[in-house]
């Protein structure tokens, strides 16, 4: 079955520090993987996928295929980090995306 | 541009009315999609659409009905409101090419006494 597993429900980190958000997937096929933020008093809205290789605000995540794995890192966390953080599986055909529960981050000062 | 708007943003029922969420979009997306937001267990799909006319059950769709008879407009509507059905609700859409991320309107939330 399809699944997106998110271990922590909540990481608190000092700002400055490294953060990493843990995403673990399961999936027959060869997956599409996101991750989505949403910040207070803001939409849930794309913050990177796999596929861009990409940093965003500072983000990466890497799609470990051996690991089922697309952890989120950032090495020096900022208080604007600060949000819920959703990891998203997208099956092949593209029709439906699967989340994970989400973990809040906060930044502190 | 306004994207994905949801109306209402907030609404009180009493168990067993009735009401429809209403998903508009002006991005000329193909999908749809209708999520429920619980505490702990993520976003959880409840009916899509991957085009004008047609529509689809998603994880957890019992409850609910949705109609897309305009490509913009995507209606979910509860017929008989339960207690359990209080939930944040989102829509969202995409393109229909590849897997394109999915953009999200700024949720109902729906209490039911």
């Known amino acids: 079955a399809q699944r997106v597993t998110q271990p922590e429900k909540l990481l608190s980190v000092f700002k400055g520090a490294p953060v990493e958000l843990k995403c673990n997937y399961s999936y027959s096929g060869s997956p599409e993987l996101f991750w989505y933020v949403q910040y207070s008093r803001q939409r849930l809205q794309l913050l990177l996928r796999?596929?861009s290789r990409e940093s965003i605000k500072g983000f990466t995540a890497d799609l470990n295929k051996g690991e089922t794995s697309f952890h989120l890192k950032k090495p020096f966390a900022q208080e604007e980090d600060s949000a819920m953080y959703y990891c998203?599986?997208?099956?092949?055909?593209?029709?439906?995306?699967?989340f994970g529960a989400g973990t809040r981050l906060f930044v502190k000062a | 541009n306004a994207g994905v708007t949801q109306t209402p943003k907030f609404r009180v029922l009493k168990t067993g009315q009735s009401m429809t969420l209403l998903c508009a979009q002006d991005m000329n997306h193909e999908y749809m999609y209708w999520y429920r937001q619980d505490p702990g267990m993520g976003l959880r799909l409840i009916h899509y659409?991957?085009?004008?006319?047609?529509?689809a059950k998603g994880e957890v769709p019992d409850g609910y009905n949705v109609s897309r008879l305009k490509k913009q407009n995507f209606l979910l509507g509860l017929e008989s409101a339960a207690p359990s059905q209080t939930s944040v609700y989102f829509c969202?859409?995409?393109?229909?090419?590849?897997?394109?991320?999915?953009?999200f309107g700024d949720g109902t939330r729906l209490s039911i006494l």
């Open positions: 796999h596929i």
């Open positions: 998203a599986l997208s099956d092949t055909g593209g029709f439906k995306t699967i």
């Open positions: 969202a859409s995409s393109r229909q090419v590849g897997n394109q991320p999915q953009h």
């Open positions: 659409s991957v085009g004008e006319g047609t529509t």
